[in-house]
């Protein structure tokens, strides 16, 4: 069976073809599929019985279930786990800003990347996510809640430029104009540094914004705690950056979380501060969050490094946390789920 969900359009009228059908059944198809967000072929009533038929004996619409829903008596986040259709976990948390609701998407279960204060790692990589699966989790989290997601960030489990293929394709059908159309400029994703990924990400023109997962400014302190520096490291990065942003003229995102004592000095900031000028990029300071097994890092002041970054003359900001009472940082549902 293939999951139609993560087909293209184009792939969708080639589908049709073979089976004998006219190409432009294939647009039909997908306005269901992604403007009315059907989930079985049955609903599509202006297709022929005949040919829904055929569609079932070879594809499926996967759907990905929610298991546990929370939702923080705070501030309105609400944080689902989802059950993928191989009995996998992956979390999508939707949170309320002033603008519109922000959905923050996973893209992997489980993360190949290992950085020592996160939870999406802990238990290493599981399998890249369809195309199809991103996209249900703005589907069924839609549906789950009642709420409208305006915003997009890819920052939930994973790398999502280690699966690049799948992220590319869901970006082009979310975008696409008979699907479910959300402009690129409501898109976030973030990744920690995949250089060569990044490259070729520009050359897609996108238009999303791209947020880079920097955390300390010297390379001695980055190899201790993202191993993946040791292959992509900071200058190698801030090249790729720079070519993001000359080829698509975006600005980038620095995330920098802190820790007390480890990357917080006036000498860290002036080293961050000398990385991203030059780039006009900003930084988005986060407070990092304690995981469980993992209690020795974290517990950073980022109200107080964002301060010395804004004395430097770097726009930053500290990145508000929403959702704390339901354990809303991303990978840490899943890991009390399957015990990791
Ligand atoms: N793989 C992507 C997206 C992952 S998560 C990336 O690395 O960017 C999104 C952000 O949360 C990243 O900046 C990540 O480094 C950060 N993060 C992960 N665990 C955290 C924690 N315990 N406290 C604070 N930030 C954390």
């Not at 829904?52 to 070879?58: D, S």
Request: proline content about 2%.
């Amino acid at each position: 069976m293939i999951d139609i969900l993560s087909l293209e359009l184009s792939d969708i009228e080639q589908a049709l073809l073979d089976l004998g059908e006219k190409k432009y059944r294939a647009k039909q198809i997908f306005v269901w599929l992604h403007k009315k967000q059907a989930v079985t072929f049955d609903e599509m009533s202006d297709l022929p019985e005949a040919l829904r038929v055929k569609l079932t004996q070879k594809y499926t619409i996967s759907r990905i279930f929610p298991q546990t829903v929370l939702t923080s008596r705070k501030d309105d986040t609400a944080k689902i786990l989802y059950c993928l259709p191989d009995n996998e976990h992956v979390e999508t948390v939707i949170m309320r800003y002033k603008y519109g609701d922000t959905l923050c998407v996973s893209s992997q279960v489980g993360c190949k990347m290992g950085c020592v204060f996160c939870a999406s790692g802990k238990a290493g990589f599981v399998r890249n996510l369809t195309a199809g699966e991103i996209l249900s989790q703005i589907y069924e989290t839609e549906r789950v809640t009642g709420r409208v997601v305006h915003n997009l960030v890819m920052m939930g489990i994973g790398e999502p430029l280690d699966n690049y293929d799948n992220v590319t394709k869901f970006l082009r059908i979310l975008a696409h104009k008979d699907g479910r159309q959300m402009s690129h400029r409501h898109v976030s994703l973030s990744t920690c540094g995949l250089a060569d990924n990044i490259e070729r990400l520009s050359a897609e023109s996108t238009g999303l914004t791209l947020s880079v997962s920097l955390h300390a400014a010297t390379d001695s302190q980055r190899d201790e705690i993202m191993p993946i520096n040791k292959k992509y490291n900071i200058a190698r990065v801030i090249t790729a950056c720079n070519n993001y942003n000359k080829v698509t003229g975006r600005r980038i995102s620095f995330e920098y979380a802190v820790t007390n004592g480890f990357n917080d000095s006036d000498a860290d900031a002036k080293r961050l501060a000398a990385l991203v000028k030059p780039l006009g990029a900003y930084v988005n300071v986060i407070p990092v969050n304690k995981i469980r097994g993992r209690e020795n890092v974290g517990g950073g002041n980022a109200a107080a490094f964002r301060d010395k970054l804004l004395l430097l003359g770097v726009t930053a900001t500290v990145r508000r946390t929403l959702g704390e009472d339901i354990e809303a940082a991303c990978g840490q549902l899943r890991a009390n789920t399957e015990n990791i």
